[in-house]
């Protein structure tokens, strides 16, 4: 990635700061995008574990960054909880999540990381206060359960993102393409209006698009097909990524997407990073990431754009899912831009 040019994009995005919509009637598939309020000084946020275990410890470099962005923190019990890989039981996690979510003091939900165990406590929350006043759930990997059920049942915009466990211990060694990325989660937080500009791949699919922006973690996304929680790609933008998964499962997935209609009517598909597991030695696969994208896409004339830098990767720059955006792919590159 041409990295100076992509941070200039970054940091030069404008802001503005639309109003929550009240009066908006909820239904499976919100046509009305509600945006949560964006962060001040001295805005609180809650950290919490819906999914794996992290320690008091470990979150520290986090709590320092937030403080210095000028917010305050509050900390979850479920920090240093464990239950096996858990950040503590179904019901701890669960608890955790539903306080922060009722507790009206807060601008904004942040998940300390990910692993797995958001879908165990879905079906389990109750989202009445979080609808009559929405805040920033903040988060990805496995929670992208969040921003799918949130964006499918209540279309309220939330932040794919770093979480704490990505926050460098030593920033004075840490990499431009990690700070960067972990200061674009204020920006987003703060209200800017996020654009970013990636160099062109020969794979892209050139074109223009506009629509609201959705996904996540493509497994997770395959896992929820058929529930409360699968997301509506009509007229939306999707984006995907993934870590540790062989081509033939990433192959399987996207045959899912095409299978249960996700990638028919969209208006734009951005492929993240995907960290592909070696295939065996013998049962190898025969075809690339590239491949199995573009076959299950050749039928569709919207744009496709390849390797953005969101994902398991130090350049996982925070995107707003549920807001509108612009992707324009062409020879000169990729830009995606909220507006």
Known sequence: MERKKFLSSLFAAGTFVPGVLKGVELNDDPSVQIVPPYLKQGALIGITCPAGVIT???????????????????????????????GGTDEQRAADLQQMLDDESLAAILSARGGYGSVRLIDSLNFEKFKKKPKWIIGFSDITVLHCHINRNF????IHSKMCNSFPSDWSKAEPEQ??????IRLALTGSSMRYNTKPNINNKIGKAEGVLIGGNLK???????????????????FVEDTGEYLYSIDRMFWNLKRTGKLEELKG???????????????EFGKTLYDIVLEKVKKFNYPVCFD?????????YALKCGSRHKLEVSTAGTQLSEF
């Open 56 to 86: 008091a410890e470990e979150l520290q470099p986090a709590i320092e960054k937030l403080t210095s962005w000028g917010f305050q923190v509050r900390i979850g019990n479920t920090i240093g909880l464990r239950d096996n890989s858990f």
């Open 155 to 158: 279309g309220i915009a939330s």
């Open 179 to 184: 700070i960067s990325s972990i200061e674009s």
């Open 220 to 238: 997770t996304i395959e896992t929820l097909a058929g529930t409360k929680s699968d997301i509506k790609t009509k007229n939306k933008i999707l």
């Open 269 to 283: 598909l951005i492929i993240g990073g995907f960290k592909i597991k070696p295939d065996d030695p013998g049962e």
């Open 308 to 316: 953005f830098p969101v994902g398991h990767q130090k350049e996982n």
